[in-house]
C-alpha cells in the first residue's frame, strides 16, 4: 500500500506521498482506483507529504477526479506545498480543484456542501 487513507465521518481521507512521478503514478492509480469502486460520497486528497508532483501525478488526479465526480463524489486538494501549489497553477489546475489550506479546512468545506 501506497498510499495512508483514513476515513473521517464519511469523508476518505488520502495522504499521497512524497513524490507523485512516473515512478509512482502507476501504483497510485490502482489503489486510487479500487477506492473510488466503492463511489465515495467526498476525497479529500491531502498533499501534506508530497514534495513533487509530474505531470503524471496530474494525470491521474484529475482522471481520478473525474471518476468521482461523475458519480456524483465530491473532491478536495489539502495542505499543498508551495512548490507543487505552483506546478497547480502553472497547469491551470487551480481553477478545477478545491484546494484548501489544511485536512480540517478542506473536510469542514465538504461537509457543508452535503
Do not use: C, N, W
Request: glycine share 6%; hydrophobic share 45%; net charge neutral.
Amino acid at each position: 500500500m501506497v498510499l495512508d487513507i483514513a476515513t473521517i465521518g464519511g469523508t476518505i481521507a488520502i495522504t499521497l506521498t512524497r513524490r507523485f512521478d512516473a515512478d509512482s503514478a502507476p501504483a497510485i492509480e490502482q489503489e486510487l482506483k479500487e477506492i473510488t469502486r466503492h463511489h465515495p460520497e467526498s476525497v479529500i486528497f491531502d498533499f501534506s507529504r508530497t514534495e513533487y508532483i509530474a505531470s503524471a501525478g496530474m494525470r491521474v488526479l484529475l482522471s481520478t477526479t473525474r471518476t468521482l465526480m461523475k458519480a456524483g463524489g465530491k473532491v478536495a486538494l489539502s495542505s499543498l506545498a508551495p512548490q507543487v501549489r505552483q506546478v497547480f497553477e502553472i497547469a491551470g489546475f487551480t481553477k478545477i480543484f478545491s484546494i484548501y489550506s489544511s485536512r480540517e479546512e478542506a473536510l469542514l468545506q465538504l461537509q457543508k456542501k452535503e
